[in-house]
Antibody
Framework: QLQLQESGPGLVKPSETLSLTCTVSGGSISSSTYYWGWIRQPPGKGLEWIGGIYYSGSTYYNPSLMGRVTMSVDTSKNQFSLKLSSVTASDTAVYFC???????????????WGQGTLVTVSS | SALTQPASVSGSPGRSITISCTGTSSDVGGYNYVSWYQQHPGKAPKLMIYDVSYRPSGVSNRFSGSKSGNTASLTISGLQAEDEADYYCSSYKGSSTLAFGGGTKLTVL
């Protein structure tokens, strides 16, 4: 059974960079069938897709966050990572890592999710 | 949010409800890659419907999806207490990106 687990600091200071890693177990991150993504949910609010990455390193970001987001992949560790720079209080959210089945360039859906990790931006 | 959902819906046990998800021809209307998720408090979302109308293995057939033009819909029939949750739609919106709806809170009366 595929499992995804987020890890990283739960508290980040304003203007600094948020860094999270997702470890995938029970399946290979190098599969050509999937993108791997990050999704966030501010407390009491809805879901926002942050971006996705292919095992080759190709990345696709939400235009609203372009310029602040960087994603990377480490196939040797079966992990992928998120960096979000210049954070403010509005970046406080539960961050989920997830798997996106793909068909060519198309992200079809999100079928597996990590449990989520709360990241608070505060001094 | 990129996709528009009603903030809340409610229904009595045993009845049916429908949640709408309205986008544009650049997302919902342009691709058959609409999904629906159920989220209980403090939990990760769970995939309930993908590719507009397909159910993953293990999801009750009380859940069904459809699409007409730029609006997708999730119907839950035979409402049960455990269906009370937040529901989100998502759609492919081009250039290998996804959009989510704002979410709908379902109350089972």
């Amino acid at each position: 059974q595929l499992q995804l687990q987020e890890s990283g600091p739960g508290l980040v200071k304003p203007s600094e960079t948020l860094s999270l890693t997702c470890t995938v177990s029970g399946g290979s991150i190098s599969s050509s069938t999937y993108y791997w993504g990050w999704i966030r949910q501010p407390p009491g609010k809805g879901l926002e897709w942050i971006g996705g990455i292919y095992y080759s390193g190709s990345t696709y970001y939400n235009p609203s966050l372009m310029g602040r987001v960087t994603m990377s992949v480490d196939t040797s560790k079966n992990q992928f990572s998120l960096k979000l720079s210049s954070v403010t209080a509005s970046d406080t959210a539960v961050y989920f890592c997830a798997r996106h089945p793909r068909f060519g360039e198309f992200l079809k859906t999100t079928d597996y999710w990590g449990q989520g990790t709360l990241v608070t931006v505060s001094s | 949010s990129a996709l528009t959902q009603p903030a809340s819906v409610s229904g009595s046990p045993g009845r049916s409800i429908t949640i709408s998800c309205t986008g544009t021809s650049s997302d919902v209307g342009g691709y058959n890659y609409v999904s629906w998720y159920q989220q209980h408090p403090g939990k990760a979302p769970k995939l309930m419907i993908y590719d507009v109308s397909y159910r993953p293995s293990g999801v009750s057939n009380r859940f069904s999806g459809s699409k007409s033009g730029n609006t997708a819909s999730l119907t839950i029939s035979g409402l049960q207490a455990e269906d009370e949750a937040d529901y989100y739609c998502s759609s492919y919106k081009g250039s290998s990106t996804l959009a989510f709806g704002g979410g709908t809170k379902l109350t089972v009366l």
